[in-house]
């Protein structure tokens, strides 16, 4: 099973520390949630366990190897990353968008192998793009996007899968749609960590939610463990309520602290 | 596979339009000489006519438009931006300018070689230019500006030199740089520019993959498998080369890098890494066709193909520039 591991990872931009000696890891089955409020850290983080930074200190391994040391190639047939921007440059058509998961197997959009063309096919048909395929990404919403952008990382058929963000700015049906088809790939063997908002989402999906603030992890586990309303409080500075019921664990923010 | 009909329709059409080149001009030829030029039976003055007048007129016409299209076609790829080509990112203005300084100081008598080999220098010098401002420059619509600051300055020192030129002869021959034309190109001009365009445009179709997977952002390309630092690399090379050997052979002509890939993009699905071949065709048609109008149009003094490029292109670049939706 392919793990990616950050250990004590630093990175310091000019004088300041983005991300501060943390630690952590996603493995094969485990859905990871990173949050805490904004500029915490979250993205650099991901980029620094996606290996496009490299940390200033610490280490970022893929199965014991350090991930810079990798090819771009071959990091990516390994490691599939949705960055926050997701900005598409041309209005291509949404096949030849998912078609470009492919990168790093040496296809292009013009030119598919059989296995290239089956993982398109089925990425397309995982995020329910089937009608869309042949539309240009002009004419999508929000939502048929986000859609498109997951599914061009799962035709990348990766062991692991890093997003930042994936879900926000999208209506609540929308989230869930999403938030399920990332769920699916972890329950098909995949590890997913990804960037949320939504702290009871993240707690609804996750297996483990991680609480980033001013650069260093202060928490990590089920959500069921360190879910707290001292903990939200600690994290986002906002006075919060949690219980849990039966169908889920409630978080209602009160108020600013 | 609609990219390869394409490429091939566009590559019949360029040899019907160098076939056209021949025929057409001051001295009327009907094809059955034309051929007979061809084949080594006509007359001297025919043979002249056809094999070294107007044929590597015609030759370097598309040979110059195929290095600014696949250059345009890179360029645009790599920024992300339509917009984006050698003439608005200062490329050509600054190739003009190194072959306007190695006139300038006469050192274009050391030998053929010196002019173009002058305007690869400028054009890479500004490709790699604007490389290293990209690094720091996270908008595009800033880096074209850079760009289009860069094609500025050197025009305003080709006018500073023009200003100062030393002699009648010297002005001309600046002019000729500053306008664009093809005129009384000849195989020994094509020999030394097409090995460099030749290597170029190779560069650029080699990388083409990776303007693809840009079409997702640097950040997302990056996470996909790109080594962005190597192909920025390969299109400055590629684009440098290319566009200063254009320069070297037919001076700075502007805006057929900008039309040819905006009316190939349709047709490959909006695939930057498929847009680079049929671009560096349709552009090398389209200056082939345009050559044969100047020649063609009653005017007192033949118009210079650069200036009847930038009445056609600079409309159609701003028509480009309004209509564009952008997504980002």
């Known amino acids: 099973m392919t793990v990616l591991r950050a250990e004590g990872v630093t990175v310091v931009a000019g004088q300041k520390a983005l991300v501060r000696g943390a630690s952590v890891s996603v493995s094969g089955g485990e859905l990871v949630a990173v949050l805490g409020p904004n500029g915490a850290g979250k993205t650099t983080l991901l980029r620094a366990l996606a290996g496009l930074i490299a940390p200033d200190a610490g280490t970022v391994t893929l199965d014991g190897m350090p991930v810079r040391a990798l090819r771009a190639a071959a990091r990516a047939r390994r490691v599939a990353y949705l960055p926050q921007e997701r900005p598409l440059a041309w209005p291509s058509p949404v096949r030849d968008v998912v078609a470009l998961g492919r990168y790093a197997y040496g296809a292009a959009p013009g030119r598919l192998g059989a296995e290239d063309a089956a993982a398109v096919a089925e990425a397309i048909d995982a995020c329910d793009l089937a009608p869309l395929a042949h539309r240009p990404t002009d004419t999508l919403s929000g939502g048929e996007i986000a859609r498109v952008h997951i599914a061009r990382a799962l035709a990348a058929r990766t062991a692991l899968l890093l997003a930042d963000e994936p879900v926000a700015a999208l209506d609540p049906r929308h989230q869930l749609r999403v938030a399920g088809q990332i769920r699916r790939y972890v329950e098909a063997g995949g590890g997913a960590l990804i960037v949320m908002h939504d702290i009871e989402l993240a707690a609804r999906i996750a297996d483990r939610l991680v609480f980033l603030r001013n650069g260093a992890i202060v928490a990590d586990g089920p959500a069921a463990n360190i879910l707290t309303a001292d903990l939200v409080a600690r994290v986002y500075d906002v006075c919060a309520t949690v219980t849990v019921e039966s169908r889920g664990i409630d978080v209602r923010i009160e108020g600013v602290l | 596979m609609p990219a390869l009909a394409l490429n091939l329709g566009l590559l019949a059409a360029g040899v019907l339009a160098l076939g056209a080149a021949c025929l057409l001009g001051s001295t009327p030829l009907d094809a059955h000489r034309v051929l007979a030029a ?275 292109g600079a409309p159609v670049f701003a028509w480009i520039a309004v209509r564009r939706r952008t997504l980002e």
């Open chain 2, 38 to 312: 061809f084949l080594g039976q006509a007359s001297v003055a025919d043979a002249i006519v056809v094999l070294e007048i107007r044929l590597p007129r015609a030759l370097a016409a598309f040979a110059a438009g195929a290095a600014l299209g696949a250059s345009g076609a890179a360029l645009q790829g790599l920024l992300r931006n339509p917009l984006a080509e050698p003439g608005v990112l200062g490329v050509s203005a600054t190739a003009s300018l190194f072959a306007t300084v190695a006139l300038y100081y006469g050192l274009a008598a050391a030998g053929a070689f010196v002019v173009p080999v002058a305007a690869i220098a400028g054009a890479l010098a500004a490709t790699a230019l604007l490389a290293l401002a990209a690094l720091r420059i996270r908008s595009i619509v800033t880096l074209i500006l850079v760009g289009v600051g860069l094609s500025s300055f050197a025009a305003a020192v080709m006018s500073l030199l023009l200003n100062l030129a030393p002699n009648p002869f010297t002005l001309a021959d600046m002019i000729n740089w500053l306008l664009g034309s093809v005129a009384n190109r000849s195989f020994d001009d094509l020999g030394l520019a097409l090995p460099f365009i030749g290597a170029g445009i190779g560069v650029l179709y080699v990388g083409r993959r990776g303007l693809g997977i840009l079409t997702l952002g640097e950040e997302a390309a990056a996470g996909a498998g790109l080594d962005l630092a190597r192909q920025r690399l390969t299109v400055v090379l590629g684009a440098g080369l290319a566009t200063g050997a254009s320069v070297g052979l037919a001076g700075a002509i502007g805006f057929v890098g900008i039309v040819a890939p905006h009316l190939v993009r349709p047709l490959v699905a909006h695939d930057p890494a498929q847009s680079v071949v049929p671009s560096a065709l349709l552009a090398g048609l389209v200056l082939v066709l345009a050559d044969i109008a100047v020649r063609l149009l009653p005017t007192t003094n033949e118009l210079k193909l650069g200036v009847v490029a930038a009445l056609l």
